[in-house]
């Protein structure tokens, strides 16, 4: 199993800055991938970003060039640098671990973009 803490979540200005961390343990060599994922209000949950173990980056379209998806592999953690933020960024984000043949998600960080 593949256990992921989420942290970095609160409420921030529009056009402010949040990082969210994303710590993993357990059967971390088997992660292939890890992604940032969000649900807003009323919602379905969408993909946000994804990095490979290779390190090879993907965003959603309306993130691009915003959000910033990294992971330090010393340290086990996955981050998700969000600028600009927008109203429409607020969602719970949630980290998952893609594995071969499962995959595993964090409990989510709440974002709230709000003047």
């Known amino acids: 199993q593949v256990q992921l803490v989420e942290s970095g979540g609160g409420l921030v200005q529009p056009g402010g800055s949040l990082r969210l961390s994303c710590a993993a343990s357990?059967?971390?060599?088997?992660?292939?991938?890890m992604g940032w994922h969000r649900q807003a209000p009323g919602k379905q949950r969408e993909l946000v970003a994804t990095?490979?173990?290779?390190?090879?980056?993907n965003y959603v379209g309306s993130v691009k060039g915003r959000f910033t998806i990294s992971r330090d592999n010393a340290k086990n953690t996955t981050y998700l640098q969000m600028n600009s933020l927008k109203f429409e960024d607020t969602a719970v984000y949630y980290c998952?671990?893609?594995?071969?043949?499962?995959?595993?998600w964090g409990q989510g960080t709440r974002v709230t973009v709000s003047s």
């Open positions: 357990g059967r971390i060599f088997s992660i292939i991938a």
């Open positions: 990095i490979t173990s290779s390190g090879r980056t």
């Open positions: 998952n671990a893609v594995l071969r043949t499962d995959s595993y």
